[in-house]
Nanobody, 108 residues
Framework: QVQLVESGGGFVQAGGSLRLSCTAS?????MGWYRQAPGNERELVAF???????KVADSVKGRFTISRDNAKNTIYLQMNSLSPEDTAVYYC?????WGQGTQVTVSS
């Protein structure tokens, strides 16, 4: 089982930016970011393969960018132009494993 450790969440005002990181305990092909707001189901934000192919949810397209450093088994989520609707716990996921989650709070 792979272990995933996230970092980088926090509190930011609308229009601001945050960068999340997730490091896996070993090499994994596809890794992704998901988020879950109170009362909502967990939803995919973006994923990226080892080869660099990506998919980004329509709700964040043009604002969020996913990238990875294969040498570090780490993926990143650069989040720009944040809005209160982006407030959620953000989880890193890969091959059925989840990180502990990191809170992102955007104030209006």
């Amino acid at each position: 089982q792979v272990q995933l450790v996230e970092s980088g969440g926090g509190f930011v005002q609308a229009g601001g930016s945050l960068r999340l990181s997730c490091t896996a305990s070993r090499s994994v092909d596809t890794m992704g970011w998901y988020r879950q707001a109170p009362g909502n189901e967990r939803e995919l934000v973006a994923f990226i393969t080892r080869g660099g192919a990506t998919k980004v949810a329509d709700s964040v397209k043009g604002r969020f960018t996913i990238s990875r450093d294969n040498a570090k088994n780490t993926i990143y989520l650069q989040m720009n132009s944040l809005s209160p609707e982006d407030t959620a716990v953000y989880y890193c996921g890969a091959i059925g494993a989840w990180g502990q989650g990191t809170q992102v709070t955007v104030s209006s």
